[in-house]
């Protein structure tokens, strides 16, 4: 398997056992603690605001009663999902350029003048949030909205006749009997945000460097790999990730009861 063989890379040299040699060097290369910063800051702010306007959204469409009107808002969604990442990207390129973008106004609003100022290290976690939840928010709205259908009706009518309104109906009973599908969609998008690497290398080669080539951890790992030929390292930095994207998800499943029993 390719994770085991990962992990055999990490602890060895040229065949030899090393211990954790490999893991010293990577934690001393000057790149590497950007990179965890980058990914860090990303991964919040993607987080964050994921679970906040997936659930949002979801709630607005299971509350639109007109039945076309909900399968249209579900359906484009969707659409931004069928892209793959690199033309999610590519897309992206033109839309953050002030001198192409259909949405040079607001860029410029913002004091983004060229495509450099735009893409600057500093806008970079919430540009990559904003491809991201392009990408992938509409998936999980589809997927929340099922969540909404499975509560059981007969709960939603004592909330009414109790009268309580659609606030204190979404924060009291829908949102506590979504939190398994939350916690789920936490996982799999967390495990997502630790692999950045398609968004930065593109946009990398976009400004011909602005962004540069060891943004993110993937990144730097390639670069361990394929411009140092050093495997070893690499494996080290993709054990590191897989070790923190495992044990922030064990957080989310146990907090999220997403293994019990309802």
């Known amino acids: 398997m390719p994770a085991i063989y990962a992990v055999f890379l990490a602890f060895t040299k040229n065949g030899a056992f090393v211990g954790v040699d490999n893991f010293v060097k990577v934690f001393g290369d000057y790149r590497f603690w950007p990179a965890v910063q980058h990914v860090a800051l990303f991964v919040v702010i993607w987080l ?3 679970t ?3 659930v ?4 607005l469409v299971h509350a639109v009663r ?3 009107l909900s399968s249209a808002s579900r359906f484009l969604f969707y659409i931004p999902g069928a892209l793959a990442g690199a033309s999610s990207v590519m897309l992206w390129l033109f ?3 002030p001198a192409v973008s259909p ?5 410029r609003l913002f004091g983004f003048e060229t495509f450099v100022q735009t893409v600057s290290i500093g806008n970079l976690p919430v540009i990559f949030t904003l491809i991201a939840f392009w990408a992938g928010a509409g998936g999980w709205i589809i997927i929340m909205y099922g969540a909404l259908n499975n509560i059981p009706v007969e709960v939603m009518e004592a909330a009414r006749i109790d009268g309580a309104g659609p606030v204190k109906t979404a924060w009291h009973i829908q949102i506590p009997l979504m939190r398994k599908w939350i916690s789920y969609m936490a996982v799999m998008s967390l495990a997502a945000g630790t692999q950045l690497f398609v968004e930065p290398r593109v ?3 976009a400004s011909k460097g602005v962004v540069p080539p060891d943004y993110s951890l993937n990144q730097l790992a390639y670069l361990f ?3 140092q030929n050093d495997f070893n390292g690499s494996a080290a930095i993709s054990l590191l990730l897989l070790v923190v994207a495992a044990g922030l998800s064990a957080l989310f499943v146990f907090r999220g009861g997403l293994f019990e029993r309802d």
Not at 103 to 107: H, K, N, T
């Open 225 to 227: 790999a394929f411009r």
């Open 66 to 68: 007109v039945r076309w």
């Open 48 to 50: 964050i605001s994921l």
């Open 103 to 107: 949405v040079a106004g607001i860029l």
């Open 56 to 59: 949002l959204l979801a709630l």
């Open 95 to 97: 839309l953050l350029d």
């Open 52 to 54: 906040i306007l997936v």
């Open 203 to 205: 946009l990398s080669q």
